[in-house]
T-cell receptor
Framework: KAGVTQTPRYLIKTRGQQVTLSCSPI?????VSWYQQTPGQGLQFLFE???????NKGNFPGRFSGRQFSNSRSEMNVSTLELGDSALYLC????????????FGPGTRLTVT | GENVEQHPSTLSVQEGDSAVIKCTYS??????FPWYKQELGKRPQLIID?????GEKKDQRIAVTLNKTAKHFSLHITETQPEDSAVYFC????????????FGTGTKLQVIP
């Protein structure tokens, strides 16, 4: 099976702009979770989608949003970018149960200037 | 919510020695504990996991132990090799029809040849 893919791999944006990141899960996986990874904060959970519904949300401001399509592909949007949003954004797919193994994509490196 | 603490944050060992990374969790309902290895510039990859009905699990040079009463679990790497150098993350997840994985802050392991 093909692994989890994310596009784009790198992005440079300016403060105040918005950005959309995409994640394609492993075939058959219906759950997609998003994480923000920064050197000082480790892996912070953003949200999780399952069958087009957001099931869980982490402690991030409303500028961070997402959605999932019927083919399980997911997008994440960040509006009004701030310098502190610079990070590696990882998505992970799984079958969706609490004990399901998660498989990570390569990530999108976002730099906000 | 769940809180996972991980220690140490950095660990240096001589090649051939053992390495131990410890994690504690706060939510007694958590029952799935995966460990991820993230090499520099790469995605996190699942290396071993343990479920709450098991006290110990081994896979070649890697083992994980779980103490549910004390709410802590540990990763043990024996006969370390330079390719074991990476950041290791522990995580905890609860059962059920949703997925929200809480990660520790990571341990940077350096194996000195």
């Amino acid at each position: 099976k093909a692994g989890v893919t994310q596009t784009p791999r790198y992005l440079i944006k300016t403060r105040g702009q918005q950005v959309t990141l995409s994640c394609s899960p492993i075939s058959g996986h219906r759950s997609v979770s998003w994480y923000q990874q920064t050197p000082g904060q480790g892996l912070q959970f953003l949200f999780e989608y399952f069958s087009e519904t957001q099931r869980n949300k982490g402690n991030f401001p409303g500028r961070f949003s997402g959605r999932q399509f019927s083919n399980s592909r997911s997008e994440m949007n960040v509006s009004t970018l701030e310098l502190g949003d610079s990070a590696l954004y990882l998505c992970a797919s799984s079958l969706g149960q609490g004990e399901s193994e998660q498989y990570f994509g390569p990530g999108t490196r976002l730099t906000v200037t | 919510g769940e809180n996972v603490e991980q220690h140490p944050s950095t660990l240096s060992v001589q090649e051939g020695d053992s390495a131990v990374i410890k994690c504690t969790y706060s939510d007694s309902a958590s029952n799935y504990f995966p460990w991820y290895k993230q090499e520099l510039g790469k995605r996190p990859q699942l290396i071993i996991d343990i479920r709450s009905n098991v006290g110990e699990k081994k896979d070649q040079r890697i083992a994980v132990t779980l103490n549910k009463t004390a709410k802590h679990f540990s990763l043990h790497i024996t006969e370390t090799q330079p390719e074991d150098s990476a950041v290791y993350f522990c995580a905890a997840s609860k059962p059920g029809g949703y997925q929200k994985v809480t990660f520790g802050t990571g341990t940077k392991l350096q194996v000195i040849p």
